[in-house]
Each structure stands twice: as structure tokens, then as C-alpha cells.
């Protein structure tokens, strides 16, 4: 069976579609489900980017091809990617929350001559699997590494880390821990929850237990995200003066109403923030506001997707909206452009975006709602996740 659904995915990409008048794109993502809101703002992101932009590249038409994996489910993924390369025809594969769903997908790519732009998935090593990947989002390393640098900046000694046991939450472990005790500090313990976790009082009595300064976590964007940060407050974590550090998946825009007043103060590194200052953000964001139709829901997964459109239309142009998948890629290798998250640009070895990375810390505004301050900024970051893989 395997053997003829790729040999189906191949006999497709043979057809091609040179000449189509309508290219379209697949987009696997959570549009249902306790992530539904990452998967809103995937489309998000891409309508705004369609606004802006238009709905054409040169003579063919682009149009989009939802595909609904509520939560992390590769199996799903990867039948849902078959079908839309075979039933569908797409040219594109774009979206991808999870990095399981990313990571089953990828050995259907060559078979398919069909690119991958992913849009979230934040595992280094998702972009080794195959050389038609492109990411337009960030990586755990990229984002974590930084976080250790402010810590041991901040007087911090001891640190405790506490992730979620899958890809991005080792990730993030890993680059934290590397790069804390680079700079002299000590890492006193590490906890890995699995992803279904919900009850966090013993981790918080860990925690306590530990003798750390701080603690540094790591938690999918969700559900999961709120109830941690509450039993931070609620075990008396944040009175008793133990930091709360992570990347800004802890702290997205659309969880900042249920937070309130519980994450004020907290520090986090991320590589987009909605209160970016600069006239290509607002652009966006009253873009996306408008697609999106509650602004409060609108956070970070839309601009790895408004920037993935970016890329995807750069491909339709260089190939003509031919069927092409490593022409399409080679065309974005060393690409650069002004994003809503600042200077970005593809790097031609890794396929990754090389960014700036901001330090924000959760304030209040003046008609008293909460919002992701940017206050420090690393220039030009790679993934140094990708050194630890090879």
C-alpha cells in the first residue's frame, strides 16, 4: 500500500501543472480542538498576506486548501498531506503546528516534487529531513538560547527547568541548559511533563524544593500554557521570588486576557511580538485584525504564516508556476525582506530564518490590558539548534 500511494504522489508530480490557471496550496494545521486558535491564526495570517498582496502570482491564481489535525496526530498528518498532493494537487505544502505532523510528512515530499513551508513547527531538526523544507517561523534553540544570557545578566545562580517531553520542550531544555552553564550558571534540576499533563502542583512543589532562583519553562502555546502559569502564582512561586523565565510561546497575545495580572512581570524571549513597533506591523496587524475578527485572539503563529505566503509566492514567481519543488526552494535560499517581526531572511545553508529575537516583558497598558513589551533585542539569530543535530 505504501508503494502505491508514492507511486500515485509520483505519477501526480509527473502530470505537474505548467499549465494550471490556479495553483493551490495546502495548508495541515489545528482549525479545530483545544488548539483551534493556532490553526485561526494560520489563516489568519494568510489571508492577510492576501489582502495585502493579492490572490494572483503573475497569470495563475492562488487558493488554499485547509486540512483540519486538531492536536499533534503524524499519522493524520500524513494522510491528510497524501490526499491533498494526490486528490488535490497541490504544488505546496504549508502550515504545521506540531512537529510530530511536520516531521511525517517530510518523506513525502520528493515523491510529490512538492516543497514544505513551515509555518510553526519548531524542532532544529525538522529541516534535515529533507532538502525541500523551508521554515518561515523560529526555533526552540533560537528562541531559549538568549532566554539563559538575560538570566545570568539578571544575577540569576540557579536555575530549574520544566518542559513538555516532545521535540521543541528538549529543544528548549537543551538550549537553555547549554548555554546557562556556558555563562557560569548552574542548572539544579530538569523535569519533563508529558504533553497531557494538567495538573501542576508537584511540579510546583519541586520547583519550591529545588533551592532555584528561577525556573525556566517550556509548554506548547494553549490550554496548557494558562494552567501552568496559574499554579506558578497559586503555589506562591511568584511571591516567594522564584523568576519565571521562557520563550514567548508562555506568554502569546491571545492568553494574555485569562493571565492578567498573573504574568505581569514575566520576562520572555520570542521573535515576534503584535506591539512590534514598526510601519510593516501595523500594516499587518490591522490586516490580520480584520481576518482574524477578534483582534484579542490575533498571536504569533500569523506571521510565520503571512511570511510563509511571502515565500510561497517568491517560488510561483521563480518557476513560473511551474511544478518545480528544488527550483522553488533554491529561488528563497538567501532571500531577504522586512517582515512584521523585523529583518528577516532564509539562510542558504540551514533553509531557516535568521531574525532578531526580542527580550518582552509582560506590561500593562493604559486602558489595562496586558501586552508583550519589547524591551532588548539579539540582531540577526540563527538556530544554533542545527549544530546540536549534526
Known amino acids: 500500500m505504501k508503494k502505491i ?6 505519477a501526480i508530480a509527473l502530470c505537474g501543472s505548467a499549465y494550471a490557471d490556479t495553483i493551490k496550496v495546502g495548508v495541515i494545521g489545528p482549525f479545530s480542538g483545544p488548539f483551534a486558535i493556532q490553526g485561526k491564526n494560520f489563516k489568519a495570517g494568510i489571508d492577510a498576506y492576501m489582502a495585502l498582496n493579492g490572490s494572483k502570482v503573475g497569470d495563475d491564481d492562488i487558493q488554499i486548501v485547509y486540512r483540519d ?9 500524513k494522510a ?19 512537529t510530530p505532523d511536520a516531521m511525517a510528512v517530510t518523506p513525502l515530499l520528493k515523491q ?3 516543497p514544505m513551508v513551515v509555518m510553526n ?37 540557579k536555575v530549574i527547568t520544566v518542559v513538555s517531553d516532545y521535540g521543541p520542550g528538549v529543544d528548549s531544555e537543551n538550549a537553555f541548559k547549554a548555554t546557562f552553564t556556558a555563562e557560569g550558571g548552574e542548572v539544579v534540576d530538569s523535569i519533563r511533563m508529558p504533553l497531557s499533563t494538567n495538573d501542576f502542583s508537584p511540579i510546583m512543589q519541586r520547583v519550591k524544593d529545588s533551592g532555584a532562583d528561577a525556573v525556566f519553562a517550556f509548554l506548547p502555546s494553549g490550554p496548557t500554557t494558562l494552567g501552568f502559569v496559574k499554579a506558578y502564582n497559586d503555589n506562591g512561586l511568584k511571591k516567594a521570588g522564584v523568576q519565571l523565565l521562557a520563550p514567548g510561546d508562555l506568554t502569546q497575545e491571545s492568553d494574555l486576557p485569562a493571565l492578567g495580572e498573573a504574568a505581569e512581570g514575566m520576562l520572555t524571549t520570542f521573535h515576534y511580538a503584535i506591539s512590534h513597533d514598526s510601519a510593516e506591523n501595523k500594516k499587518f496587524v490591522e490586516a490580520a485584525h480584520k481576518a482574524i475578527g477578534n483582534p484579542a485572539e490575533l498571536s504569533f503563529p500569523s506571521v510565520g504564516a503571512y511570511d510563509g505566503m511571502h515565500v510561497i509566492y517568491k517560488m510561483i514567481e521563480a518557476t513560473g ?31 531557516h530564518m535568521t531574525q532578531n529575537i526580542y527580550l518582552r516583558e509582560v506590561a500593562k497598558a ?12 539579539f540582531e540577526n539569530q540563527g538556530d ?4 546540536e543535530v549534526k
Open 5 to 10: 500511494l508514492l507511486g500515485a504522489v509520483a
Open 69 to 77: 489535525v486538531p492536536q499533534a496526530d503524524p499519522a493524520q498528518s
Open 80 to 98: 491528510l498531506a497524501q490526499e491533498l498532493v494526490v486528490k488535490e494537487g497541490v504544488q505546496y505544502l504549508a502550515g504545521f503546528y506540531f
Open 112 to 114: 510529490g516534487n512538492v
Open 121 to 157: 513547527a519548531a524542532t532544529s531538526a525538522i529541516i534535515t529531513k529533507s532538502p525541500l523544507i523551508v521554515r518561515t517561523s523560529f526555533t526552540t534553540w533560537q528562541t531559549s538560547a538568549p532566554m539563559a544570557k538575560v538570566a545570568k545578566e539578571r544575577g540569576v545562580k
Open 321 to 351: 508556476g511551474e511544478q518545480d519543488a528544488q527550483k522553488a526552494v533554491d529561488a528563497v535560499k538567501g532571500l531577504s525582506w522586512e517582515s512584521p517581526r523585523g529583518p528577516v531572511s532564509i539562510d542558504p545553508e540551514t533553509r
Open 366 to 377: 493604559d486602558d489595562g490590558t496586558y501586552y508583550n513589551k519589547e524591551i532588548a533585542t
Open 384 to 387: 544554533p539548534g542545527l549544530a
